[in-house]
């Protein structure tokens, strides 16, 4: 089920267990000052809440994209998209990616029916486990080095941010490896850090047993920062703890995209997480690449946004699962002003889908738009675990 109005929108998908996921976007006017537009998405959350019949402790994640985190920030986490409901934890994310096309503030959030805050509770600074079904859930938010005395550099800050997830993770008898299930790296000014993140990571994974012959990570490498000045690396990620091997699957069709490895970047094009009654479809941030890794379409965003979701259908046929399947839609692109013809592609095609057009400059400078977003298919599979 999928509904949108003007500002709000939302999408519901449930396995046979009859337990709902709920994913929420909401958008705010853009001639209000920011204090305004928060107040909005307060106001346009708590409606769709009162839509769905959901409590405020249902919630489970959201993420809120700022213009000007600097500025932001600190506002954004007083208000009550951030800090309620106060009796029950909630994973917060907050990355500075404008919204467009003149938005100061928008958000992504996910509820799940039957949660409760007794199944919640904080591990750790920037990480909350939920018990969900038969398994426990980690969402890892806002971990980022919180360098104050001046510039360092890219490579160490990602050690920095890996080193707190796989730290978490140790303490709960978990690995990088076996549990987590996908990234998101937000970089400051990509095309100058992008590759020294990159090279971070491959000798971190080398280390955590992570390696083309094994598996990588579901993942997003893209612009985005936090509010701290001196700071260009920003991890979010999630993690599944008891999470079986034969759970794990990866989306990949290599018809469509080649390996990432083939030019040096370590993640997964896809991750699909099966219960026994649906499968998670990670899709990890896609643009218009061919199968030997080439930017097509270059200089036109319309051609490469059909082709970034072409790849993005292919990848999630190859678990099982379609376009149709998708809970939301998150797209960036490099340059605002092809905001209104993407999103008019977009309606075309996702009709009252949840989904957010955001500013972030992707990895490469030739790749104008980027896409990513989780699928919910049907599974039987009664021996696995609930969700």
Not at 98 to 122: F, I, N, Q
Not at 246 to 258: G, M, R
Request: hydrophobic residues 40%; proline residues 4%; charged residues 20%.
């Amino acid at each position: 089920m999928a509904h949108r109005t003007h500002g709000l929108a939302f999408h519901s998908a449930a396995g046979r267990s009859g337990r709902g996921e709920h994913f929420i976007t909401v958008e705010a006017p853009g001639d209000l000052p920011v204090a305004g537009q928060l107040d909005v998405l307060a106001h346009r959350y708590a409606e769709a809440l009162q839509t769905l019949n959901l409590a405020p402790e249902t919630a489970v994640f959201r993420r809120l994209y700022l213009s000007d985190a600097a500025n932001q920030a600190k506002l954004a986490a007083q208000s009550s998209l951030a800090r309620e409901p106060l009796d029950s934890q909630v994973a917060v994310s907050m990355v500075q990616q404008a919204p467009l096309p003149d938005g100061k503030v928008a958000m992504l959030a996910y509820h799940l029916d039957g949660m409760t805050s007794a199944a919640k509770r904080e591990v750790a600074p920037g990480h909350m486990l939920a018990r969900i079904g038969d398994l426990e859930h980690l969402w890892s938010t806002r971990l980022c080095a919180r360098d104050t005395g001046g510039p360092s550099e890219a490579a160490a800050q990602t050690r920095a941010v890996f080193a707190n997830l796989t730290d978490v993770l140790a303490a709960h008898g978990a690995s990088l490896a076996d549990q987590c299930v996908r990234t998101w790296i937000y970089v400051k000014d990509v095309d100058v850090f992008y590759q020294d993140m990159v090279d971070a990571r491959v000798e971190l994974f080398a280390r955590e047993g992570l390696t083309r012959e094994t598996h990588f990570l579901a993942s997003t490498g893209i612009e985005g920062s936090c509010s701290h000045r001196y700071d260009v690396v920003l991890m979010d990620a999630y993690s599944v703890l008891g999470l079986r091997p034969e759970q794990v699957s990866y989306l990949n069709d290599f018809d469509h995209l080649c390996s990432t490895a083939d030019y040096g970047v370590t993640f997964e094009r896809g991750t699909r997480v099966a219960y026994a009654d649906r499968a998670h479809h990670f899709v990890s941030g896609t643009a218009s690449i061919d199968a030997s890794g080439k930017v097509v379409h270059r200089g036109d965003v319309g051609r490469q946004f059909t082709r970034a979701l072409e790849n993005v259908d292919a990848l999630l046929h190859s678990g099982g699962a379609s376009l149709d399947d998708m809970t939301h839609l998150v797209v960036y692109l490099r340059d605002p002003s092809d905001r209104n013809r993407i999103e008019a592609m977009a309606a075309e095609r996702f009709g009252d889908l949840p989904r957010l057009v955001l500013r972030g400059a992707v990895c490469r400078p030739e790749w104008l738009v980027e896409v990513e977003g989780i699928a919910v298919a049907p599974h039987e599979a009664p021996g696995l675990p609930s969700y």
